[in-house]
């Protein structure tokens, strides 16, 4: 029995083992949330020709573009990727002029800080080394940066004396990304451990009120310095951020905020990922809301995040880069980053609406006049999904939209009356974000055309073509009958004896004056001659009758001669003659004898 079982034991023990690399790979890549993904939707919407990134329609901006840069870098994809319009985001930056941009009049830019910003995102993007060739005309982010620290100073500053802590926190997190020498940033460390307030939180200047922002980067900055979980001022600021947290899970930036903000939260569970906490342990009290169900309230259906609930805010591509960064940390990234994600837990880019059926095929041919046009679809997997109204058909240039079937996932339109040629079909897919994709079909129609009718040819064909007359049917005129010719009441005849029983005196039938029957023309492969013989025949009836008339009056006179006894010359009476030549047995009429 025991070495029945060992074979499945060891096919069971195999099994794991070839199951064991695919399960702990596809634990490495855990499947993003909806929240993320929508919000990577969001921004690939807002990434414009050149490859940077703006809100509203507007030109790429220099200023946003980082921030895109490391919402994506913390969604474990790399900026590099994302190509649209001619470039990605790396190579928009390095066309800009980075030092005009920093050195600005404009309030929202400060110097050293948007340095700092740079080389995270360009150190996130897996191009370390374009920190020290950067922008156009290229310069050093690092020279650049550290010229921001006043001499025999720890802190930077972008002077005048303002935003020493923060503009410090960050300088700490970009040297560490970029690997700088400890040794040339570590005073910068010691200074920036040594500024918080007495409730345990950092202001964005010394002694300035403390901000849940502020504060969160100074943790990050600590513990990009070296400074661990446990050190002291570390838990005091983190224990400040977890008390700014509201019963919906979100934080206010400060201890006199009664509202939630999207920005202090997302910074918030930043700092707290750092520390090795689970920002979803925070449950907001006794309702069990978290930071990321916060977060989530204030995402629209275009994938965007408010700035609080109802306001969207000044700039909410901005706001929305920040948040994903923030419910990155979900999934355990966090500032700085030291690079892309490892390959095995990258992501390949995916934001376009996809097909995924489209007829009549590309290049197809069509016998008939009428095609029927159908698509299905759908946004990516995690998108912000098909927007009905974004979907746009037309069909040779012309707009077909409004006559077609269309819904958030399938599309159709039958065609009528296509005439022969090339035709072509082009669908436009929009999701909520504001991502399109177009596909453009071509078909042919060639319908046969229904066989003319000959046409006669005005060149007569080597053999005519013979057109015969009806036949025509020649009846016989009817027999004419001659009445007995009536003796002279003045005249007897007796018959003489040799009239007994001679043949020349019996009475026998006059001769028929009717004509024979002239066949007609009839129609057959004779041709024309049988036509030709029945009207010559036809023509010469009446000289036939007018002939056969003058004969019988001829006759007729003879005889009334023989009636009076007038012999003929050469003997016989008229009447014995007529008798010799028409009577019956051809009989040679007697000698005439005298009297």
């Not at 057959?524 to 009758?545: E, F, K, M, Q, R």
Request: hydrophobic share 35%.
């Amino acid at each position: 029995m025991a070495r029945r079982l060992l074979g499945p034991a060891i096919a069971v023990l195999l099994c794991g083992a070839l199951l064991a690399p695919s399960t702990a790979a596809a634990a490495k890549k855990p499947l993003r949330s909806e929240a993320i993904m929508h919000g990577l939707d969001y921004l690939h919407a807002n990434q414009r020709t050149g490859g940077g990134f703006a809100p509203n329609g507007t030109a790429s901006s220099a200023i946003d573009t980082p921030w895109v840069m490391l919402a994506i870098s913390a969604a474990k994809e790399a900026p590099e990727l994302w190509r649209a319009n001619g470039g990605d985001p790396v190579a928009y930056l390095q066309t800009q002029n980075l030092v005009a941009v920093a050195e600005s009049d404009s309030e929202e830019v400060n110097a050293p800080v948007y340095y700092a910003q740079c080389i995270l995102a360009f150190v996130a993007s897996g191009k370390p080394n374009t920190v020290y060739q950067a922008g156009t005309p290229r310069v050093n982010l690092v020279d650049k940066l550290n010229a921001y620290r006043p001499v025999s100073e720890n802190y930077y500053s972008p002077g005048g004396g303002k935003s020493k802590v923060s503009t410090t926190a960050w300088a700490i997190l970009a040297l560490s990304a970029a690997e700088q020498e400890y040794a040339d940033w570590s005073s910068s460390v010691t200074w920036l451990q040594n500024q918080p307030n007495g409730d345990g939180g950092f202001g964005v200047d010394s002694g300035g009120t403390s901000k849940v922002d502020a504060t969160s980067v100074a943790i990050l900055a600590l513990i990009a310095g070296r400074r661990s979980a446990d050190n002291p001022v570390v838990v005091d600021a983190i224990a400040y951020i977890k008390g700014r947290q509201h019963d919906n899970g979100g934080f206010g930036n400060s201890a006199t905020d009664e509202r939630s903000y999207a920005e202090p939260t997302s910074w918030a569970m930043q700092a707290l990922c750092s520390c090795g906490i689970d920002p979803e342990s925070l449950n907001g009290g006794t309702n069990g809301r978290t930071p990321a169900t916060y977060l989530k309230s204030l995402q629209t259906k275009r994938g965007s995040f408010s700035w609080t609930n109802n306001r969207p805010g000044d700039n909410p591509l901005r706001t929305t880069a920040v948040a994903l960064v923030g419910r990155c940390a979900t999934i355990k990234r966090h500032l700085p980053f030291h690079g892309l994600a490892p390959s095995d837990e990258r992501y390949k880019p995916r934001w376009l609406p996809e097909f995924k059926s489209f007829t009549p095929h590309n290049k197809a041919t069509f016998k008939v006049s009428t095609v029927v046009i159908t698509a299905t679809y759908a946004d990516n997997p995690g998108g912000t999904g098909i927007k009905t109204a974004a979907v746009r058909l037309k069909v040779d240039g012309n707009d077909k939209t409004r006559p077609a079937a269309i819904s958030s996932s399938r599309l159709s339109l039958k065609l009528t009356g296509l005439t022969n040629g090339s035709h072509t079909v082009e669908i436009k897919l929009g999701d909520w974000a504001g991502n399109t994709r177009t596909s453009t079909h071509t078909f042919t129609v060639n319908k046969s055309s229904p066989s003319p009718s000959p046409t006669p040819s005005s060149t007569p064909s080597s053999t005519p073509t013979t057109i015969r007359p009806p036949a025509t049917t020649i009846k016989p005129p009817p027999t004419t009958i001659l009445p007995p010719t009536t003796m002279s009441p003045t005249t007897t005849y007796s018959p003489g004896p040799t009239d007994t029983g001679n043949p020349w005196l019996s009475p026998s039938p006059s001769p028929s004056t009717s004509g024979s029957p002239v066949p007609g023309g009839t129609s057959g492969d004779g041709g024309w001659g049988p036509t030709i013989l029945g009207i010559v025949l036809v023509s010469l009836v009446p000289i036939g009758a007018a002939a056969s008339y003058l004969a019988r009056r001829r006759a007729s006179g003879r005889l009334d001669g023989a009636a009076h006894g007038k012999m003929l010359a050469g003997g016989g009476s008229a009447w014995q003659r007529f008798r010799g030549r028409f009577g019956r047995g051809g009989q040679t009429p007697p000698a005439a004898v005298d009297e």
